[in-house]
């Protein structure tokens, strides 16, 4: 069994400022995915990541995947109230495989 | 359609009462998850279709839980004699194929048995 494990479970911070939440496993993936849920809808993709060691930057997100594909990162510079949300990282271990999910970061932003 | 559908939007039931959830997925897509979300945490895998090949059940907590896709369409999933802690939002997604695609989630089902 894959697992994704993601740290912080929570995360509580003021408009501006920055962080980092984490997506480790003991497994390695093919691809990893990042997706973020608002209340009351599904989640929605952000970014897929495929190569180890990949960089991707989606305006003030900076995503990682590590260089043996078994963890990755987003970071999220100058934070903003509608970043707020559950953040889910998901790993594909083989093309023929399912998608599993991480245990989500919850992020609330204030002002 | 133009998403992912899921019916019915919310669901009361009585304990010991069976449910049915439905999912239409985007039309094409031949992989189809169920996930099951309990408030306030993330996503616990259910089962999965993808085209013809036999579902992975792996996910489903026990024998009152068993879902059914018909071809690559519409999917729903049977939970028989509800029990409380069966109380979640049941998300369905879909993707295109095999591999690095984006899977597309309906906006699921509140289910609350009391």
Known sequence: TQLLEQSPQFLSIQEGENLTVYCNSSSVFSSLQWYRQEP?????????????GEVKKLKRLTF??????????????????????????????????KLTFGTGTRLQVTL | GAGVSQSPSNKVTE????????????????ALYWYRQRLGQGLEF???????????????PSDRFS????????????????????????????SLRRGVTEAFFGQGTRLTVV
């Open chain 2, 67 to 94: 879902a059914e896709r018909t071809g690559e369409s519409v999917s729903t999933l049977t939970i028989q004699r509800t029990q409380q802690e069966d109380s979640a939002v049941y998300l369905c997604a879909s």
């Open chain 1, 64 to 97: 990682q995947f590590g260089d043996a594909r078994k963890d990755s990162s987003l970071h999220i510079t100058a934070a903003q109230t509608g970043d707020t949300g559950l953040y889910l990282c998901a790993g594909l271990a083989g093309t023929a495989s």
């Open chain 2, 15 to 30: 304990k010991g009462k069976d449910v049915e959830l439905r999912c239409d997925p985007i039309s094409g897509h031949t």
């Open chain 2, 46 to 60: 259910l089962i999965y279709f993808q085209g013809n090949s036999a579902p992975d059940k792996s996910g489903l």
């Open chain 1, 40 to 52: 009351g809808e599904g989640p929605v993709l952000l970014v897929t990541v495929v190569t180890g």
